[in-house]
T-cell receptor
Framework: GENVEQHPSTLSVQEGDSAVIKCTYS??????FPWYKQELGKGPQLIID?????GEKKDQRIAVTLNKTAKHFSLHITETQPEDSAVYFC?????????????FGGGTRLMVKP | NAGVMQNPRHLVRRRGQEARLRCSPM?????VYWYRQLPEEGLKFMVY????????ESGMPKERFSAEFPKEGPSILRIQQVVRGDSAAYFC???????????FGQGTRLTVV
């Protein structure tokens, strides 16, 4: 089955700096890669996603890149703010035709220091 | 449009009791997924259901765990004879029939004492 590795497990940055979180996946058939933000005591919130027919996607301060050949994808947050502090999870899926079950990475705890 | 609703938010059970977790998907969503999150870990897939059907239960423990999504009413995750190792946060997600985005509820935090 699919295996998703996520690094780093913790990341501390100064407000205004950029943060990068990286994930690798094992199943080359995976074609959908969402990123979730989880705040303490809450459920994961979808912040951005990318499909395998696209190499990069951007939404304001958040961008995701995908390298299908190397089977890795990354989350980039620019101009970080204290409210970006949370745990971020990457995930991979075989997509709708395979039921869209998600395999999650282990999470990255991001701390943005004011 | 209300989000995915889970209840209860917190549930305490003694060892050997039953736990019933409920999930109402977003309006118009007919696909429901259950995930379990142990402390300081990522979410692990348990089961995928559509109305009245279990599509994939490859992540469900073979014993004591069951799930349903009836024609009417919420999806239910049932854990019989709970043990301390069942203590975790259980999240439900739903997605629309034609889309792939999954939206998560706030979770139920089960504590077995």
């Amino acid at each position: 089955g699919e295996n998703v590795e996520q690094h780093p497990s913790t990341l501390s940055v100064q407000e205004g700096d950029s943060a990068v979180i990286k994930c690798t996946y094992s199943d080359s058939a995976s074609n959908y890669f969402p990123w979730y933000k989880q705040e303490l005591g809450k459920g994961p919130q979808l912040i951005i996603d990318i499909r395998s027919n696209v190499g990069e996607k951007k939404d304001q301060r958040i961008a995701v890149t995908l390298n299908k050949t190397a089977k890795h994808f990354s989350l980039h947050i620019t101009e970080t703010q204290p409210e970006d502090s949370a745990v971020y999870f990457c995930a991979a899926s075989l997509g709708q035709n395979a039921g869209n079950m998600l395999t999650f990475g282990g999470g990255t705890r991001l701390m943005v220091k004011p | 449009n209300a989000g995915v609703m889970q209840n209860p938010r917190h549930l305490v059970r003694r060892r050997g009791q039953e736990a019933r977790l409920r999930c109402s998907p977003m309006k118009g969503h007919s696909h429901v997924y259950w995930y379990r999150q142990l402390p300081e870990e990522g979410l692990k897939f348990m089961v995928y259901l559509q109305k009245e059907n279990i599509i994939d239960e490859s992540g469900m423990p073979k014993e004591r765990f069951s799930a349903e999504f009836p024609k009417e009413g919420p999806s239910i995750l049932r854990i019989q004879q709970v043990v301390r190792g069942d203590s975790a946060a259980y999240f439900c997600a739903s997605s629309p029939q034609q889309g792939t985005e999954a939206f998560f509820g706030q979770g139920t935090r089960l504590t077995v004492v």
